[in-house]
């Protein structure tokens, strides 16, 4: 059972469990799965300025805020109780064509080469942290819902705007992988 | 537009365009009520991280063609939502508040080609849904607070900028 828990869950277990998530939010209290909101709620309660996109009772929404510190939470527990001893298995094709964008492939859940404090300051922090959350952030909002508020919730409920969001999620992906990432590549290398 | 807007001045407790609205009618107290969905959010959590979703190397994988597990995930999790949303229409299932479960019929607009794609192309380069970031804090990427710190930064710039850009 230990042995069980503590290696990598396969995708059938967890796919299975963050679908139930929806069935759970909306029937223990009416609640809808999306999780890019909570960003907007922060913003809300700490920063609304005089935007009116902000200015809403966000305790009323203070669910998503108690959800996503769960999921923080959960992160600690998982990773000091639950972890893998054996390292990550990571498909040889992806490792090779990492490491010929000069990136070194560890054995972390994250390349600690680049989501490591001392790039913080780097022209690598800037690209991976702030213009990457910043497209996050931006994009989700802009989308109206991530990968949980369109591609799962969103399908689970057959809206076919979210089937549109979810293709360009993914061809948005696509296009960073392919084409974006490896000229960024070429220049922070 | 102009009539959400309306909308919400009368009705400012509300959020415009939320994809995750709270429509319990019983009132929650902040704390009390709401700590189910910190439990929830554990559990979660604990799954994101077991099933190595908030690995930048499985993101990379997917976007790659190289590996099916996390289309396996995701397409598993539509599946199962499908079904249980399903079965709460049929057969009327209630809340534990005895409320009737609420849905919300989407509208397209232009931020669903427009702002997707900029977040697929967000997702790719920090391996992270909005989700999956909080639980790489957890994980003790501290680096990845930044990252949160720049998504609230950009989803403020939305609000912002609304008005201005094409929906």
Same mark, same amino acid.
């Given at each position: 059972?230990?042995?069980?828990?503590?290696?990598p +869950?396969?995708?059938?277990? %967890?796919?299975?469990?963050?679908?139930?998530?929806?069935?759970?939010?909306?029937?223990?209290?009416?609640?809808?799965?999306?999780?890019?909101?909570?960003? *907007?709620?922060?913003?809300?309660?700490?920063?609304?300025?005089?935007?009116?996109?902000?200015?809403?009772?966000?305790?009323k929404?203070?669910?998503?805020?108690f /959800?996503?510190?769960?999921?923080?939470?959960?992160?600690?527990?998982?990773?000091? =109780?639950?972890?893998n001893?054996?390292?990550?298995?990571?498909?040889?094709?992806t490792?090779?064509?990492?490491?010929?964008?000069?990136?070194?492939?560890?054995?972390?859940?994250?390349?600690?080469?680049?989501?490591?404090?001392?790039?913080?300051?780097? =022209? @690598?922090?800037?690209?991976?942290?702030? #213009?990457g959350?910043?497209?996050?952030?931006?994009?989700?909002?802009y989308?109206?819902?991530?990968?949980?508020?369109?591609?799962?919730?969103?399908?689970?409920t057959?809206?076919?705007?979210?089937?549109?969001?979810?293709? &360009? /999620?993914m061809?948005?992906?696509?296009?960073?992988?392919?084409?974006?990432?490896?000229?960024?590549?070429?220049?922070? !290398? | 537009? @102009?009539?959400?807007?309306i909308?919400?001045s009368?009705?400012?407790?509300?959020?415009?365009? &939320?994809?995750?609205?709270?429509?319990?009618?019983?009132k929650?107290?902040?704390?009390?009520?709401?700590?189910?969905?910190?439990?929830?959010?554990?559990?979660?959590?604990?799954?994101?991280? @077991? !099933?190595?979703?908030?690995?930048?190397?499985?993101i990379?994988?997917?976007? *790659?063609?190289?590996?099916?597990?996390?289309?396996? #995930?995701?397409?598993?999790?539509?599946v #199962?939502?499908?079904?249980? #949303? +399903?079965?709460?229409?049929?057969?009327?299932?209630?809340t534990?508040?005895?409320e009737t479960?609420?849905?919300?019929?989407?509208?397209f607009?232009w931020?669903?080609?427009?702002? %997707?794609?900029?977040?697929?192309?967000? +997702? %790719?380069?920090?391996?992270a849904?909005?989700?999956?970031?909080?639980?790489?804090?957890?994980?003790? /990427?501290i680096?990845?607070?930044?990252?949160? =710190?720049?998504?609230?930064?950009?989803?403020?710039v939305y609000?912002?900028?609304?008005?201005?850009?094409?929906?």
């Amino acid at each position: 059972m230990v042995e069980f828990i503590q290696k990598p +869950w396969p995708w059938y277990v %967890a796919g299975t469990l963050i679908g139930l998530t929806v069935p759970a939010l909306l029937l223990i209290g009416n609640k809808h799965f999306g999780i890019s909101s909570s960003l *907007r709620h922060i913003c809300a309660a700490c920063v609304p300025g005089n935007i009116s996109f902000f200015k809403y009772d966000w305790r009323k929404e203070a669910w998503n805020l108690f /959800f996503v510190a769960g999921i923080l939470l959960g992160g600690v527990v998982a990773t000091q =109780l639950l972890s893998n001893p054996d390292p990550i298995v990571i498909a040889p094709e992806t490792v090779k064509a990492l490491e010929a964008l000069n990136i070194q492939v560890d054995h972390n859940l994250m390349p600690s080469s680049i989501f490591n404090v001392e790039n913080l300051l780097s =022209l @690598k922090g800037l690209v991976f942290f702030v #213009v990457g959350g910043f497209l996050v952030g931006f994009g989700t909002r802009y989308a109206g819902g991530c990968t949980s508020g369109h591609a799962i919730m969103g399908l689970s409920t057959l809206q076919w705007p979210s089937l549109i969001a979810t293709c &360009c /999620f993914m061809a948005g992906g696509f296009a960073m992988v392919h084409f974006v990432f490896p000229w960024i590549m070429s220049i922070i !290398a | 537009m @102009k009539n959400i807007e309306i909308n919400t001045s009368v009705q400012p407790s509300h959020p415009i365009e &939320c994809e995750a609205p709270n429509d319990q009618i019983k009132k929650e107290s902040l704390v009390t009520s709401n700590l189910k969905y910190l439990v929830l959010g554990i559990l979660f959590g604990i799954v994101f991280v @077991k !099933a190595e979703i908030i690995s930048w190397y499985r993101i990379q994988e997917m976007f *790659r063609l190289h590996s099916f597990h996390m289309y396996g #995930v995701i397409g598993t999790a539509v599946v #199962v939502g499908m079904i249980s #949303v +399903w079965l709460i229409k049929k057969f009327k299932i209630k809340t534990v508040q005895n409320e009737t479960v609420v849905f919300h019929e989407k509208k397209f607009h232009w931020g669903n080609i427009i702002g %997707a794609l900029i977040f697929g192309l967000g +997702w %790719a380069l920090t391996g992270a849904c909005p989700g999956p970031l909080f639980a790489q804090i957890g994980s003790g /990427f501290i680096v990845v607070v930044v990252t949160l =710190l720049s998504a609230i930064g950009g989803t403020w710039v939305y609000g912002l900028l609304r008005d201005k850009l094409p929906h």
